[in-house]
């Protein structure tokens, strides 16, 4: 299987200039349907724990708590979100997507002590 895939990925690559409207466009779009489908079956990834996106684009960011009062609310709010004492709301999850740019998966997903209960 791995001769298949590297084959695979050696023609995606030979098609990345095509044309979207043109034959080798269509065929690109295909193979590259086919890897990511391959790629999500045999090699799935969990999305990160809410709090652990939060942190993690917050640290990439530079951000302390207080830049999190505008998503959350007060600053008793965001330090609840972050030691894992108030799940997220809808509208939160939200925000964290519209202004850190988290992937809206992440925070919409419950943490793991939410899910185990």
């Known amino acids: 299987m791995r001769v298949i895939a590297l084959s695979t990925l050696k023609e995606i690559e030979s098609l990345m200039d095509a044309s979207p409207n043109s034959?080798?466009?269509?065929?690109?779009?295909?193979?590259?349907?086919?890897?990511?489908?391959?790629?999500?079956?045999?090699?799935?990834?969990?999305?990160?724990?809410?709090?652990?996106?939060?942190?993690?684009?917050?640290?990439?960011?530079?951000?302390?708590?207080?830049?999190l009062e505008p998503i959350f609310g007060r600053r008793?709010?965001?330090y609840e979100v972050l030691n894992r004492k108030r799940p997220l709301t809808m509208k939160m999850a939200w925000r964290l997507h519209s202004e850190l740019g988290i992937p809206a998966e992440s925070p919409i997903r419950p943490p793991a002590e939410y899910r185990a209960a």
């Open 23 to 67: 034959p080798e466009g269509a065929r690109l779009d295909v193979l590259v349907a086919l890897v990511e489908s391959y790629e999500r079956k045999h090699y799935a990834l969990d999305l990160p724990d809410p709090v652990d996106a939060i942190k993690f684009r917050m640290e990439q960011l530079g951000l302390t708590p207080k830049d």
């Open 76 to 78: 008793n709010r965001v």
